[in-house]
C-alpha cells in the first residue's frame, strides 16, 4: 500500500508543469539569451552584468567568460580579463576551444607578449586538427606566421602560410599572407 502511494505521488509530482515528467529550465538557453543581450549592450559595467547573469544560470557558458573578457580588455582591467580568457578557454567544449585559444592569442599578441600567443596558438592548430573552421584555421594559422615573423622563425612562418593558403581565405586575408611571405622569403 505505501509503495502504491508513492507511486501515486511521484506520478503526480511528475505531472506538474503540464509536460510529462519534471519541467526543467533551460539554463544554457537563458545563459545565450544573457549573452546575446550582452553583446548588444553599449555599456561595459551593464554587459559584464549580464555576462555575469549568464554565468549564474550556467557556470559553465565559455562564451559568458570570453564576453567578459572582451569587455575587461576595452577597460583595461588586464589582470579581470586574463582570468576569464583563461576560464573561457577552460570551459570551452574541445570542439570550439581553438576559437577560445585564437581570442586569448590575439589579446597576448597585442599586448606583445608574443610566445605566450604561439602556446596558445599551437594549441589551436592541434585541436583544429581534429575539428577544422575554415575560417578558424586561417585566422589561427595567419596570426602564428605573423607571431613567427616577429620571432624571426622563417621556416615556421612559411609552412603556417602554407596552410592558411590552402584553408578558405578572405581578400584581407589574402594580402597579409602575400606581405608576410614577402618578407619571410626575403628574410630567410
Same mark, same amino acid.
Given at each position: 500500500?505505501?509503495?502504491?502511494?508513492?507511486?501515486?505521488?511521484?506520478?503526480?509530482?511528475?505531472?506538474?508543469?503540464?509536460?510529462?515528467?519534471?519541467?526543467?529550465?533551460?539554463?544554457?538557453?537563458?545563459?545565450?539569451?544573457?549573452?546575446?543581450?550582452?553583446?548588444?549592450?553599449?555599456?561595459?559595467?551593464?554587459?559584464?552584468?549580464?555576462?555575469?547573469?549568464?554565468?549564474?544560470? @550556467?557556470?559553465?557558458? !565559455? +562564451?559568458?567568460? $570570453?564576453? /567578459? &573578457?572582451?569587455?575587461?580588455?576595452?577597460? #583595461? %582591467?588586464?589582470?579581470? =580579463?586574463?582570468?576569464?580568457?583563461?576560464?573561457?578557454?577552460?570551459?570551452?567544449? @574541445?570542439?570550439?576551444? !581553438? +576559437?577560445?585559444? $585564437?581570442? /586569448? &592569442?590575439?589579446?597576448?599578441?597585442?599586448? #606583445? %607578449?608574443?610566445?605566450? =600567443?604561439?602556446?596558445?596558438?599551437?594549441?589551436?592548430?592541434?585541436?583544429?586538427?581534429?575539428?577544422?573552421?575554415?575560417?578558424?584555421?586561417?585566422?589561427?594559422?595567419?596570426?602564428?606566421?605573423?607571431?613567427?615573423?616577429?620571432?624571426? =622563425?622563417?621556416?615556421?612562418?612559411?609552412?603556417?602560410?602554407?596552410?592558411?593558403?590552402?584553408?578558405?581565405?578572405?581578400?584581407?586575408?589574402?594580402?597579409?599572407?602575400?606581405?608576410?611571405?614577402?618578407?619571410?622569403?626575403?628574410?630567410?
Amino acid at each position: 500500500m505505501r509503495a502504491t502511494l508513492a507511486a501515486l505521488a511521484f506520478l503526480s509530482l511528475a505531472g506538474c508543469g503540464g509536460g510529462v515528467g519534471f519541467q526543467r529550465p533551460d539554463y544554457a538557453a537563458q545563459a545565450q539569451a544573457r549573452c546575446d543581450e550582452a553583446d548588444a549592450a553599449g555599456d561595459g559595467e551593464r554587459a559584464l552584468s549580464l555576462y555575469g547573469m549568464a554565468l549564474d544560470a @550556467d557556470p559553465r557558458c !565559455a +562564451r559568458a567568460y $570570453l564576453g /567578459r &573578457a572582451r569587455v575587461f580588455e576595452a577597460m #583595461g %582591467r588586464a589582470v579581470h =580579463a586574463e582570468r576569464a580568457y583563461a576560464m573561457a578557454i577552460e570551459t570551452a567544449q @574541445d570542439d570550439v576551444r !581553438a +576559437r577560445y585559444l $585564437l581570442a /586569448r &592569442a590575439l589579446y597576448l599578441r597585442k599586448a #606583445g %607578449r608574443i610566445e605566450p =600567443a604561439v602556446r596558445d596558438l599551437d594549441k589551436a592548430v592541434s585541436l583544429l586538427a581534429a575539428w577544422p573552421v575554415p575560417d578558424v584555421v586561417a585566422e589561427t594559422r595567419l596570426l602564428r606566421a605573423e607571431c613567427r615573423v616577429h620571432l624571426h =622563425a622563417w621556416e615556421g612562418a612559411l609552412e603556417d602560410l602554407d596552410a592558411a593558403d590552402r584553408a578558405e581565405l578572405n581578400s584581407e586575408q589574402r594580402e597579409r599572407s602575400r606581405s608576410m611571405r614577402i618578407r619571410a622569403e626575403a628574410s630567410k
